[in-house]
């Protein structure tokens, strides 16, 4: 019986054949035309060919120029789709020297409520945030050596990507909390993690990174949610400068000065503390 549409069947030659075996073997699902090149020898213009026809016949959808994802064979001819874009965010930036951060890193520890629409990584190089298939994947410069409290997250059952542990989340917020929603939103999430934050970690956290404001809000946080000991943020108080800085960078520069921790409050510690009980 003829097909009443004139959709190409998702079948595989010889080479394709070998090409999905092989990634399948190594647990990689998106790959490149180099990995193609690699895996079966062929020069240029016959792996741009193949991977054209793989995509034709709903083997595999491109992702970007050059970056490809197979696609599961039990979704028949669908061309688009993306998988886990975790993994895709892993690819884009090349699966080293990076980890997924902020808000992102924030959904995975499950310190917010609602579900992120963009996926945030963290790289050494300045790069242009890219759309793909309605996901944006933004990325926010830091140096390398500043890569630590870092840790592994199985984003399928076979593959793993960099994250920022829970302790490291909360300090990359407090240092840019635009790519968090803002300080209150980061509040939430510090409360919703209180009981599992280790007090010890986020100090010396805080001191290697060594930004005056994040010392200021972490200490400041610390105290209204009382996470950790007295001793702890006396530690971070030790470090304090005589300058204040806003506790929201994104808001008005309004509010009280509260000079124990050199902030000014342009967020109330009454809204912070609503904003966690409701």
């Given amino acids: 019986m003829a097909l009443k549409d004139n959709k190409p069947l998702k079948t595989l030659g010889p080479q394709a054949a070998q090409l999905v075996t092989s990634l399948h073997e190594d647990n990689r699902a998106v790959f490149r035309l180099d990995d193609v090149q690699r895996i079966l020898g062929l ?3 016959s792996t741009r060919s193949l991977v054209r026809k793989l995509v034709n016949r709903g083997v595999a ?3 970007k120029p050059g ?3 197979l696609v599961p064979f039990e979704l028949g001819r669908e061309r688009e789709y993306m998988g886990s874009p975790l993994i895709v965010a892993r690819e884009l930036a090349g699966g080293k020297d990076y980890y ?3 808000a992102t890193a924030m959904e995975i520890h499950c310190m917010v409520t609602q579900p992120q629409l ?4 963290t790289t050494p190089a300045k790069r242009r945030p890219i759309q793909i298939m309605g996901v944006e994947f933004r ?4 140096a390398k050596e500043g890569f630590y409290g870092l840790m592994d997250h199985w984003a399928t059952k076979q593959e793993k990507v960099k994250i920022s542990d829970l302790e490291r989340t909360v300090l990359d917020g407090l240092r840019m909390p635009e790519h968090c929603g803002g300080v209150t939103e980061l509040a939430k999430g510090i409360w919703i993690k209180k009981q599992d934050l280790n007090d010890g970690k986020l100090v010396d956290y805080a001191l290697k990174m060594g930004v005056g404001a994040v010392i ?3 200490g400041y946080l610390m105290e209204l949610y009382d996470i950790g000991s007295p001793e702890s943020r006396g530690r971070l108080r030790d470090r304090l400068t005589d300058t204040y800085v806003n506790f929201d960078p994104i808001l008005p520069a309004e509010g009280k000065y509260l000079r124990k921790w050199r902030l000014r409050l342009n967020v ?3 809204e912070l503390l609503s904003t966690v009980r409701t």
Avoid at 118 to 121: F, G, M, N
Avoid at 139 to 142: L, P, Q, V, W
């Fill in 61 to 63: 959808a491109r992702l």
């Fill in 43 to 45: 020069q240029e213009p």
């Fill in 139 to 142: 990325f926010i410069a830091y």
């Fill in 67 to 69: 970056l490809f994802i």
């Fill in 216 to 218: 200021r809000r972490l």
């Fill in 100 to 102: 997924l951060s902020h």
């Fill in 268 to 270: 109330s510690p009454d």
């Fill in 118 to 121: 963009v996926v945030h990584v």
